[in-house]
């Protein structure tokens, strides 16, 4: 079978595409840019106030051995070590 091959964009003149690679003046982002710590963003968040809140420990299982009264202190969030702050939010990109 002999099929014709498509005719090449490139050489349409009517289709100008923007060469690649080209400065823009739109495009003077800083670059690289910052990437967020996977593990850090499933593990801590940012409140409104900027405060970094954390969940607690010993509430993933065995958790019939434990009261209910324990159970719900665990979990509610709670704010992180002032001396960890500084290090979790270059982690999150903050």
Request: aromatic fraction near 2%.
């Amino acid at each position: 079978m002999n099929a014709q091959r498509p005719p090449d964009r490139a050489a349409a003149p009517d289709s100008p595409r923007p060469q690649r690679g080209t400065d823009d003046e739109e495009s003077t982002a800083a670059m690289p840019k910052m990437k967020t710590h996977s593990g850090a963003k499933k593990r801590f968040r940012i409140s409104g106030a900027g405060k970094v809140l954390r969940e607690q420990a010993n509430r993933r299982h065995l958790l019939e051995g434990k009261s209910s009264r324990r159970t719900r202190r665990l979990s509610m969030d709670v704010q992180m070590d002032p001396t960890d702050v500084q290090r979790v939010k270059r982690l999150l990109g903050k």
